[in-house]
């Protein structure tokens, strides 16, 4: 059993039923792409939250204990998200697919996270608009959730200079206040951007 499967299989939301702050705050960057991917979705929260502004939305996972709450919840809110039980890192994704795809949160190891912010803009189309936040290096210092390994952190200069190759609509590091269940809770330190992609 992977540790995210096992992280998802309770009764409980481990990052609660409501959408990450950045995707609410910022959702109407996706008003006019209207089929979506959802990465790294664990319970779903983003993903209906999408799915009630009337987006078609797919969330990708590696838990499946995860997309089985996806799909609760959703019912919850009766409204539809596919479900695809997916390894980012070594599965192949859709190509030109999605009018858009997001992330929240969605931690790998240095050697791999730009392997799979790579695979999820092949999944968009060209002029899909992609929006991610993730916990910086700094978050170390704020124990507030995420990954308590530096390897598994962002590195805000890194991430932007991925994002130039593309139309950056929004870039920001610095504080937030995050209150998203029992697991991320309190001021952290992320790295946020919305994309365009025109190659």
């Not at 502004?53 to 797919?58: A, P």
């Not at 190891?109 to 910086?136: A, C, N, R």
């Not at 504080?175 to 330190?189: D, F, K, N, S």
Request: net charge negative; with cysteine; aromatic share 10%.
């Amino acid at each position: 059993m992977n540790t995210w499967h096992k992280r998802f299989d309770t009764a409980q939301y481990m990052y609660g039923e409501s959408p990450n702050a950045f995707i609410k705050s910022h959702v109407d960057a996706l008003q006019d792409h209207k089929e979506i991917a959802a990465f790294a979705e664990g319970e779903g929260r983003n993903a209906v939250f999408l799915a009630q502004k009337g987006h078609v939305v797919t969330a990708f996972d590696y838990a499946e204990s995860g997309l089985t709450k996806t799909t609760q919840l959703a019912n919850k809110n009766q409204v539809t998200v596919n479900t695809v039980l997916c390894d980012l890192i070594n599965d192949d994704l859709p190509v030109q697919q999605f009018d858009g795809a997001i992330m929240v949160f969605g931690h790998f190891h240095k050697t791999d996270q730009f392997h799979v912010l790579d695979k999820i803009m092949t999944s968009v189309k060209q002029g899909g608009i992609v929006m991610i936040e993730v916990y910086s290096e700094t978050q170390l210092h704020y124990k507030t959730g995420g990954p308590p390994d530096q390897d598994w952190l962002y590195d805000a200069k890194q991430v932007l200079a991925w994002c130039e190759h593309h139309k950056i609509l929004h870039f920001f590091t610095g504080e937030q206040m995050r209150t998203e269940g029992i697991l991320h809770t309190g001021l952290a330190h992320t790295v946020q951007f919305i994309i365009q992609k025109t190659c």
